[in-house]
Every structure is written in C-alpha cells, then in structure tokens.
C-alpha cells in the first residue's frame, strides 16, 4: 500500500509538497520560506554564517542582562559564579 506523507508550514499550514511516507500516512511540518523570513530574519538562506551571528547575538543579549543584573546589585543566577 503506497502511504503519502504531507508536509506543511508548521506556522502557516500552507502545504509544502507531498513524500512517501514509507508506510506512515499523515501530515509532516516544516517551516516555509515566508515564515522564515517573517520569524526567524537573519537566518535564511544562509545557514551556517546566519547561525554563527544568531549565536553571537544571543551571547551578547545575555552579557547584556548580566551587566544589567550587576547594576541593581543582584546576584545573576546559574552563570557559573563562586561563591
Ligand atoms: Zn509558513
């Protein structure tokens, strides 16, 4: 029995093409070009240097926070510290 497994945006539900399913019938999600760009900006098409900057601009948020945390005097929790 042939089975087709459906995929579709897992944001939009817009249908993104049809596969065998190898036995296993049903839907499948994935993430459209458009959702890409509309959630996740930066990170699409260009994989691997995007995710180096997503990476640095997340290290930078948090060196941010703790630097924030630090002003008011309060302890950041879980980064590593001694007491
Ligand atoms: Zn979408």
Known sequence: MKTILKTVCAHCRKPMGETDGEGIEGNSHS??????YERYPGLYPDWQQ?????VERV????????IALLEENMKPVGCGDKP
């Open 31 to 36: 993430i459209c070009e458009d959702c890409w």
């Open 50 to 54: 995007s995710l180096e900057a997503a």
């Open 59 to 66: 290290n930078m948020a948090r060196l941010v926070w703790r």
